[in-house]
């Protein structure tokens, strides 16, 4: 089985400011991480995903992702906030062998100006 | 290039009706997923196409449910004497088909309203 959490149902910051979305992941063998976000009526748009290697993701529109092993995690960042910036963001993970993806709740973010 | 598109974007109807969800593919994919996202639920994936066949339809959650795809592009979910509780947004994604690996890009969704 695999899992994903998202601690946080809502992050705030304010604009300019570092984010940290976080994600943590239960699953068996090497996981496949992706992190997607949505706009209001709008469907998920691909940010970034780690497969192997640097364990720092660098993805779309200044966002990156950081691969813990040992704390299971992949929380998503971006040094410099921007209003622009608030959406729904969702985590997901795919083990090894299969094709589906497994989504945490999801987390808002909300950037104040 | 063009992407995922889904139609109708909305669909009200009324309980006990049928309704069918189209999808069509980022050209050239040959995997495409059907995805439920609902305030409850979150994220729910039902369906999972390789070409025009479906190894993986485990999370379809009733025999009302039933999705097919032809020419290993087009595909269409049916629901069957909806229900109340099956209002959601369904989202459509397809990805090359390459393996765990792939990135799955996804459509803007229809969104689906039971009275």
């Known amino acids: 089985a695999q899992s994903v959490a998202q601690p946080e149902d809502q992050v705030n910051v304010a604009e300019g400011n570092p984010l940290t979305v976080k994600c943590t992941y239960s699953?068996?063998?090497?996981?496949?991480l992706f992190w997607y976000v949505q706009y209001p009526n709008r469907g998920l748009q691909f940010l970034l995903k780690?497969?192997?290697?640097?364990?720092l993701v660098k993805g779309s529109y200044g966002f990156e992702a950081e691969f813990n092993k040992s704390q299971t995690s992949f929380h998503l960042k971006k040094p410099s906030a921007l209003v622009s910036d608030s959406a729904l963001y969702f985590c997901a993970v795919r083990r090894w062998g299969y094709s589906t993806l497994t989504f945490g709740k999801g987390t808002m973010l909300l950037v104040s100006p | 290039g063009a992407g995922v598109s889904q139609s109708p974007s909305n669909k009200v109807t009324e309980k006990g009706k049928d309704v069918e969800l189209r999808c069509d593919p980022i050209?050239?994919?040959?995997?495409l997923y059907w995805y439920r996202q609902s305030l409850g639920q979150g994220l729910e994936f039902l369906i999972y196409?390789?070409?025009?066949?479906?190894?993986?339809k485990s999370g379809l959650p009733s025999d009302r449910f039933s999705a097919e795809r032809t020419g290993g592009s087009v595909s269409t979910l049916t629901i069957q004497r909806t229900q109340q509780e099956d209002s959601a947004v369904y989202l459509c994604?397809?990805?090359f088909g390459q393996g765990d690996t792939d990135t799955q890009y996804f459509g803007p969704g229809t969104r689906l309203t039971v009275l």
């Open positions: 196409f390789q070409g025009n066949s479906a190894p993986d």
């Open positions: 050209s050239g994919h040959t995997a």
């Open positions: 994604a397809s990805s």
């Open positions: 699953v068996s063998g090497n996981p496949y």
């Open positions: 780690y497969i192997t290697g640097d364990n």
